[in-house]
């Protein structure tokens, strides 16, 4: 097998084997509670029958994609960025503020999306930016920093969430104003179906290809994998390994500010409220770990983990809990890590036999010499 071939079979090795694993627990736990596993199964496959789970998939897979990509960007520094799910809350209730605000009255309706998505980034940022500067002008571990940013988030949220503050009581519901028609971003409708496309899924295809082309085709993406790789080297060959921190850290809070806004400015709601999808940040550290950090190995595990949230309402028509669909998301997580590290020794192995094959035919030709 080609180099190129046995990286690719190796690499997808971990993520399938994890997943035929996860499916083979899945199935024991049935059979010991008592439900036929091939039931379960087929009906997960058959929900995607239905276009409306289909296209729900999609839409919730650029979310999961680009709160995947707003780790994996610190991952790729070997910074865990735990505080993605804070920092999206509070950049969405933010931009929907200003985005429902009479401030944005009179601008066409492009420039209002347009400040939305910018403010979201920059809030985004600050907040993962409050982490990074802690770390390097006072040596605070962002693991530690970011879950405590996470709480304080909430906190702030709720505060400013608040009627008197920017909320406003709809009913039961409490929420930013609702954003008028010239501040949303059209969607696609789809024939038979009543879930329309989101076209701000695009922003996940934005993002990945930025992503990919930052990290494959340019210098500041060959120093953060460096630093990442082998800090001290990089310091040696003269990268600043605090500023590529504050770099890769102010980058994945951008990120991570516009995974809320398919939802904001494409959703039905059109505003956020307490009702706004929570624990997109956490859902992104598995997607990362899952897709290896990879631009395109995180598009088929956002797919397969929205695939999964997508079909679990329709294990109760066969009489089974759709807690079984966090089991499965679990178990794979947990055998992913498991199988990386077996694919990981693996090649290892092939490789230091190929180099003692190498090494034996060349003393072979020097002794006939």
């Known amino acids: 097998m080609a180099l190129s071939g046995r990286k690719v079979a190796l690499g997808a090795a971990g993520p399938l084997g994890a997943l035929v694993v996860a499916a083979i627990i899945s199935a024991a736990i049935l059979l010991v509670t008592k439900h036929n596993p091939f039931e379960a199964f087929g009906a997960m496959g058959g929900a995607f029958s239905k276009s409306r ?3 729900g998939t999609l839409n919730q897979a ?10 994996a960007i610190g991952f790729k520094m070997n910074l865990l960025n735990i505080g993605v799910d804070g920092q999206y809350r509070l950049a969405a209730m933010l931009a929907a503020s200003l985005a429902g605000s009479s401030l944005m009255d009179g601008l066409p309706s492009f420039v209002r999306v347009g400040l939305t998505l910018v403010v979201a980034m920059v809030v985004g940022a600050f907040w993962a930016g409050i982490a990074v500067w802690l770390k390097v002008s006072r040596g605070v571990s962002e693991v530690i920093s ?3 940013l996470n709480a304080i988030a909430t906190a702030v949220v709720a505060y400013l969430l608040s009627p008197g503050r920017l909320a406003v009581q709809s009913g039961n519901n409490l929420g930013t104003a609702v954003i008028p028609d010239a501040g949303l971003v059209p969607t696609i409708a789809v024939g038979g179906s009543i879930t329309p ?6 922003l996940a295809v934005v993002v990945g290809v930025i992503y990919a082309f930052l990290l494959n085709r ?3 993406g060959f120093s953060i994998k460096a630093t990442g790789m082998n800090p001290a080297a990089a310091v040696a060959s003269g990268i600043s390994a605090k500023k590529m921190a504050v770099s890769a850290m102010l980058i994945s809070g951008a990120v991570a500010g516009l995974v ?6 494409n959703g039905p709601a059109a505003q956020y409220s307490i009702n706004f999808p929570a624990g997109l940040g956490f859902t992104g550290i598995a997607i990362a770990l899952l897709g290896r950090n990879h631009p395109v190995g995180i598009i088929f595990a ?3 983990w929205s695939a999964l949230d997508s079909s679990s309402n329709s294990l109760q028509g066969v009489g089974v809990p759709n807690q079984l669909v966090t089991i499965m998301q679990g178990t794979i997580l947990l055998a992913v890590v498991i199988a990386y590290e077996i ?7 092939l490789e230091q036999r190929e180099v003692a094959r190498a090494l034996a035919a060349t003393q072979k030709q020097a002794v006939a010499a």
């Open 146 to 148: 970011t879950i405590m």
């Open 260 to 265: 809320g806004m398919p939802e904001l400015l």
């Open 302 to 304: 956002a797919l397969l």
């Open 53 to 55: 789970v289909l296209i």
């Open 62 to 71: 650029a979310s999961y994609y680009l709160a995947a990509v707003a780790v």
């Open 197 to 202: 496309i989101y076209t701000l899924a695009l």
């Open 343 to 349: 694919v990981r020794r693996y090649g290892v192995g």
């Open 218 to 220: 340019t210098i500041f």
